[in-house]
């Protein structure tokens, strides 16, 4: 199982911005999927997080600016960053708890990151 993040670049503060990330493989369900971000010389944080029934969970640095959906059908999830700020600038790592095609019990697994600059 691989999963595959796209979408980041150098956007202007208040900007808008969308990340995807694809899992691929042998994958029989996607459970809970998540964004973490890290910016230089800091930890890596959780940004948001969605289960499969799409109920959502955000850090509240980026509540009401960022959302996060997911297509089950697609292994898809995405990212929506809007009103972006400096402080938002981060390498973004999307992460999922997947359940391969005979596996009894979901692993979990790390995209392998994209960068967000923002700045003028």
């Known amino acids: 199982v691989q999963l595959q993040a796209s979408g980041g670049g150098l956007v202007q503060p208040g900007g808008s911005l969308g990340l995807s990330c694809t899992a691929s493989?042998?994958?029989?369900?996607?459970?809970?999927a998540n964004w973490y971000r890290q910016a230089p010389g800091r930890q890596r944080e959780l940004v948001a997080r969605?289960?499969?029934?799409?109920?959502?969970y955000y850090a509240d640095s980026v509540k009401g600016r960022f959302t996060i959906s997911r297509d089950n059908a697609e292994n898809t999830m995405f990212l929506q960053m809007n009103s972006l700020k400096p402080e938002d600038t981060a390498v973004y790592y999307c992460?999922?708890?997947?359940?391969?095609?005979?596996?009894?019990?979901?692993?979990?697994?790390w995209g392998q990151g994209t960068l967000v600059t923002v700045s003028s």
């Open positions: 493989g042998s994958i029989r369900r996607m459970h809970t």
């Open positions: 969605i289960y499969r029934d799409g109920s959502t």
């Open positions: 992460n999922a708890d997947i359940l391969q095609i005979g596996a009894r019990i979901p692993a979990n697994y």
